[in-house]
């Protein structure tokens, strides 16, 4: 187990000036780059970074201004898992003790498209931290559902009607199947909670093995959002319970939040255009699979 108390801490008043991601053309507010930029800010300019394709990469190799100031290459689709893998070989062939290499990848490119080379990097317990920066869609392409779009969500291929509510699936239970393959370190987090966020990939830094961080990451373009409210809506999706905050280690689930009462998710869903179109019914729907979902974590991580 990696204790935090032994590691030194970062946050707000002593987290470097120096900026590892910038100058990108991200849309204004952009979660995924604010989490992108926390997480360099803490894992330091000894960082090999991949990026699938996806809104960060789309966003931060515009020639000839690379946002980027840490060693960064775009990897295929399917396979940034398997080339970080690479990367971190490579990295101990040359005794490089001192780096940490590091995926970004968006939930299609996680939780889709580049799962199998994931499962496999976690298999052979390469060393490798991989966040996932969640947005809820395959925002770079134009707004299609992924396997983590949740309920309701109006996409471009789960337009809301009369026939149905938008997205009729719930989000996968990534950190549960990432947890599964019983891995070194894995966590939740989110942008609203940024100390939660700094502290989860500073374990994670220090963690020997494979590692992954599944963090929220609102999008005002793709959600229907003001800009100014990125960091309150990722917030309000932690409070509200549709985003929980927690992390494996050791074969245990740890819950870092587990509130008393919840603030109302109609709240949060009618704050976004995406979800705008929602009926009482399919409200209560969402909610429903809420509380199921954290009886049942409450029952089996308490």
Not at 270 to 297: L, S
Request: glycine share 10%; hydrophobic share 40%.
């Amino acid at each position: 187990m990696t204790n935090l108390v032994d590691i030194p801490k970062v946050n707000a008043k002593n987290m470097t000036e120096k900026e590892f991601f910038y100058g990108h053309k991200a849309c204004a507010g952009c979660g995924g780059s604010v989490a992108v930029r926390l997480a360099l800010k803490v894992l330091g300019e000894r960082t090999y970074t991949a990026l699938p394709a996806g809104c960060m990469s789309a966003v931060g190799f515009i020639y000839p201004q690379m946002a980027f100031n840490t060693n960064a290459v775009i990897t295929t689709f399917p396979g940034a898992a398997s080339m970080a893998s690479g990367i971190a070989a490579g990295a101990k062939a040359l005794g490089q003790k001192d780096v940490k290499t590091v995926v970004f990848a968006g939930d299609g490119g996680t939780a889709d498209i580049g799962f199998q080379a994931l499962s496999g990097m976690i298999d052979r317990n390469d060393d490798v931290l991989y966040i996932c920066y969640d947005n809820e869609a395959y925002m770079n392409t134009g707004i299609q559902k992924s396997g983590l779009t949740p309920y309701g969500t109006k996409t471009t291929t789960t337009p809301a009607g009369k026939n149905i509510p938008g997205t009729v699936t719930h989000k996968k239970n990534l950190f549960e199947i990432i947890a599964a393959h019983d891995i070194a370190y894995a966590a939740t987090a989110s942008i609203g909670y940024p100390q939660d966020f700094l502290n989860k990939v500073n374990k994670a830094k220090h963690t020997k093995g494979a590692t992954f961080i599944h963090v929220y990451a609102s999008c005002p373009t793709g959600w229907g959002t003001p800009t100014e409210t990125s960091i309150e809506i990722a917030k309000d999706a932690v409070d509200c319970g549709l985003i929980f905050l927690a992390e494996f280690e050791d074969g245990e689930y740890k819950l870092n939040r587990n509130p008393k009462e919840f603030a109302p998710v109609k709240d949060y869903l009618k704050k976004q255009g995406r979800f705008k179109h929602m009926t009482d019914e399919d409200i209560q729907c969402v909610i429903d699979n809420r509380d199921r979902k954290w009886a049942r974590m409450r029952k089996q991580w308490l």
